[in-house]
């Protein structure tokens, strides 16, 4: 199956060795000359639209300029853009970063969704289109394991959570707050949500992702869906599937971002 066709059906793909060791450190020294800060709120935003381009030109932010020109115009973006060009019908590119996560016992994220509008207690705007979602390019620049940086996705999750934003986008369930996994179960699980859903995926796909996802009830977490890679490695996800960074509990995580994104369909 070919990478495109594999993300719209596991919602994600995974090339080890997509750059080589020798690149991984190059790219890994030029950055930390500009930012060696480390923290997911002391990232390096290479782009995030023109206007940050343009601010960092204006304030002779030079040799970062060049790092975030070489950074857009490299091979590996442009083959991050084909893929995209091949899963959504229109998309742009949304932002490219860099950061670090330092030791710690806490994951550096939990198991969650990116198109839950982050948990809040109610949607005022209008909800997102079901097919309004990101690609996410994780081009590793340290080696992850489990318990060591690595992100874990669950397969397939995509389609259920696509379908509990669709029935939310025609009004046919009332919003409860559903970003994490814990919350998601329940919601799913609840008279107003559960056969409107069923309906749109399935018992079996439905009852596939209750047992899946038991452990978030059970022991809280598992490895059983962690991308371990050596550095080099790349992991392409949907945004819609969840997903959970783990904490690193050997040595800091460094990690190229690169974002893609679908053009709003409302
Ligand atoms: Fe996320």
Redesign the pocket.
């Known amino acids: 199956m070919d990478i495109a066709n594999s993300i719209k059906d596991k919602g994600f793909y995974y090339i080890p060795d997509f750059i080589s060791e020798f690149k991984v450190n190059a790219l890994l020294n030029s950055i930390k000359k500009l930012n060696s800060e480390i923290g997911k709120d002391k990232a390096t935003v290479f782009y995030e639209g023109k206007k940050l381009l343009l601010k960092d030109l204006i304030n002779f932010k030079l040799k970062k300029l060049l790092k975030s020109s070489q950074i857009i115009f490299s091979k590996e973006n442009n083959f991050f853009s084909e893929i995209s060009s091949n899963i959504f019908r229109d998309h742009y590119l949304k932002r490219i970063d860099y950061y670090s996560s330092s030791i710690s016992a806490e994951p550096i994220?939990n198991w969650?969704?990116?198109i839950s509008y982050s948990g809040a207690e109610k949607v005022v705007k209008k909800f997102h289109h079901p097919n309004f979602y990101k690609l996410?390019f994780f081009l590793y620049l340290t080696d992850v394991e489990y318990k060591n940086g690595s992100l874990a996705i669950l397969p397939s999750s995509q389609k259920v959570s696509s379908a509990v934003a669709s029935l939310l986008y025609d009004k046919k369930i009332e919003y409860k707050p559903h970003w994490s996994l814990q919350q998601f179960c329940k919601y799913i699980d609840s008279s107003d949500v559960k056969d409107k859903l069923i309906n749109i995926i399935g018992t079996q796909q439905y009852n596939d992702f209750i047992s899946n996802t038991g452990f978030i009830f059970n022991k809280n977490d598992t490895d059983q869906y962690d991308v371990q890679s050596k550095k080099g490695g790349l992991v392409i996800f949907d945004?819609r599937c969840f997903?959970r960074?783990s904490n690193c509990s050997k040595s800091e995580r460094s990690v190229m971002r690169y974002i893609y994104s679908s053009n709003s369909i409302n």
Request: zero cysteines.
């Open positions: 994220i969650h969704n990116d996410r945004d997903h960074g």
